[in-house]
């Protein structure tokens, strides 16, 4: 069977865009990994970067609605080549290329540059032979197999399915299972993927593809992206998903990703009442909102839920070493604390006392140097602290000479080409404020520091996430928290408390977490204070605290 989306009626007829989607797709199905699109401004000749084999190789398309490419394409080529320093190099046209642009090619073989060509029959070729869907390194875990037979028992019985997997357990390769085994018995049935963002709804797309055979098409449906017909798998944001309905579209199955979005009223709770005739179900890892709402009044008691301490006491999640710099209390505010109520926000101006990013450094580069094959994430205050960070990383040690800030003012060639180079370790540290809580296919790292404090359980969780996928010759994640709010101090000892009692039932693992204070004597105080973690860590600024007495301080 030959791939959909690499014939030459769907090249020809997706455009410039639809080449370089066809030619990523078609790099999953060929093993490579780390597939990143970098083409726009500044982007040396470039439109595709992956990885095979820790070989770092770049790809040029060239799309012709008629004639052939010229030399233009394979002197970007040459050009792109050096800027990456990729190993190998590939030109993709769907037609082919001209006389003189193959006299380059070989002029440049010729000095010992080697670019490849794949003209439209060598991609039909490649179509036909690679593999009908993407290699997989792994099987399914039971649980997620548990996972899948779940969702797929309360589709079938009550229309409607609800998954609760924390960041890092695999919530979307449990949902591209369900996607995939409705297409092995119905490969006519249409399919609808939606997210809040259109960032996040690329990724799922890309994300799918290794669940979907080379037969099905997808499509990306946003404000920028409108395909002409939607058969096969629709990934789309939520707005042009609610237009495409509005005017008559209809999937058998809708899966809403981040399903914590979904409120009582509004745009998704318009589109599934739109749908009710098609079978629903929503995946997240934080199903906690700030209104309250309870989203299983929409998708019904959880079919499957892992939180992010099973996930880890289990082994499927990377134990955490775990360390709240919270040094600078000042003790004389923990004498009046004492004695009068305080308002959280009071409490955290006149309890802690911040630390200077020198000294941050400092804590960091000694987590550094205990850490193999490091790669750290650091989450900062503000996008101005977040470079300004990067900058004093860079001078600070030779190691972080390259180290770099990310967020969301930056284009986004400039983020994948970043995030390339990170998982080549050719960029050892980025800085970000929030980038990386949803949307951003971010590589392993195994060194996390918080600068800033989130209010936010939600955003808590989905940023530890981030570096708990396990990983070879992982043996924990080294968490630095430079905490300057109770509410993170409970959210610690809460996670502490959940490990504790869930570790208990797997003792056989051969790492098990560590979440500890610095300084042993404010832990002590705060595991005395902080009794109900859980509540704590989520309110309010306004809410007013009485705590005991400590013994030993007064």
């Not at 060598?122 to 997989?136: F, K």
């Not at 080549?424 to 980038?435: H, K, M, N, S, Y």
């Not at 790292?445 to 800033?452: P, S």
Request: glycine content about 6%; some cysteine; overall charge negative.
């Amino acid at each position: 069977m030959n791939a959909i989306f690499l014939s030459p009626a769907e090249l020809r007829d997706g455009g410039p865009a639809g080449l370089t989607k066809a030619l990523e797709r078609t790099l999953w199905h060929l093993g490579f990994h780390d597939v990143r699109v970098v083409d726009g401004a500044n982007d040396h000749g470039a439109d595709l970067l992956a990885v095979r084999n820790r070989e770092q190789w770049v790809f040029q398309s060239k799309w012709k609605a008629h004639g052939m490419a010229d030399h233009a394409g394979v002197d970007d080529l040459e050009r792109a080549r050096t800027h990456y320093r990729a190993d190998k190099a590939v030109l993709a046209t769907n037609t082919n290329i001209t006389a003189p642009a193959e006299a380059r090619r070989r002029a440049l073989a010729d000095v010992g540059v080697d670019i490849a060509l794949w003209h439209g029959a060598t991609l039909a070729a490649i179509g036909e032979r690679m593999p009908e869907r993407v290699p997989s390194p792994y099987k399914l875990r039971r649980y997620q197999t548990e996972a899948v037979e779940a969702i797929e028992r309360d589709l079938a019985a009550d229309g409607s399915a609800l998954l609760v997997l924390a960041t890092g357990l695999g919530k979307t390769v449990v949902g591209g299972e369900v996607i995939s085994n409705l297409l092995k018995s119905r490969p006519q049935a249409k399919v609808l993927v939606v997210a809040h963002m259109r960032d996040l709804v690329e990724q799922l797309e890309k994300a799918l593809w290794r669940h979907i055979p080379k037969t099905v098409p997808t499509r990306l449906l946003t404000g920028d992206s409108k395909p002409r017909d939607l058969a096969g798998v629709v990934v789309a944001t939520v707005e042009s998903a609610l237009t495409a309905t509005r005017n008559g579209y209809r999937p058998d199955l809708i899966m809403i990703d981040e399903t914590h979005h979904v409120a009582e009223t509004g745009r998704f709770a318009e589109l599934l009442d739109l749908c009710s005739a098609a079978a629903q179900f929503g995946v997240t890892a934080t199903p906690w909102r700030g209104d309250k709402f309870d989203i299983t009044a929409r998708f019904g008691y959880p079919s499957f839920t892992m939180g992010i301490a099973e996930g880890m006491a289990a082994g499927f999640l990377s134990a955490v070493d775990y360390r709240l710099y919270a040094d600078g209390v000042d003790w004389d505010a923990v004498k009046e604390i004492s004695r009068h109520g305080y308002s959280i926000k009071d409490l955290n101006r006149h309890l802690f006392l911040p630390q200077r990013d020198e000294e941050i450094v400092e804590h960091l580069r000694v987590a550094w140097r205990e850490t193999t094959e490091p790669r750290a994430i650091v989450f900062c205050q503000t996008i101005e602290h977040a470079e300004h960070m990067a900058e004093l990383l860079s001078v600070s040690d030779p190691q972080w000479v390259n180290a770099s800030y990310l967020h969301s003012g930056l284009p986004k060639r400039h983020r994948n080409v970043l995030l390339n180079e990170f998982r080549l370790g050719r960029v050892p540290v980025i800085t970000c404020v929030d980038v990386f809580n949803e949307g951003v296919d971010v590589p392993d790292v195994n060194l996390i520091a918080f600068l800033r404090v989130t209010h936010s359980r939600r955003i808590f969780v989905q940023q530890l996430g981030r570096g708990l996928r396990l990983s070879p010759g992982k043996k924990a994640l080294k968490v630095l928290d430079f905490v300057t709010d109770i509410r993170r101090a409970a959210a610690a000892l809460n996670l502490r408390r959940t490990l504790e009692a869930t570790e208990a039932e797997h003792l056989e693992l051969p790492h098990t977490s560590r979440i500890e204070f610095q300084d042993e004597t404010v832990g002590s105080l705060m595991d005395m204070w902080i009794q109900d973690a859980a509540d704590l860590e989520t309110a309010a600024d306004e809410v007013r605290l009485q705590f005991p007495m400590p013994k030993g301080i007064l």
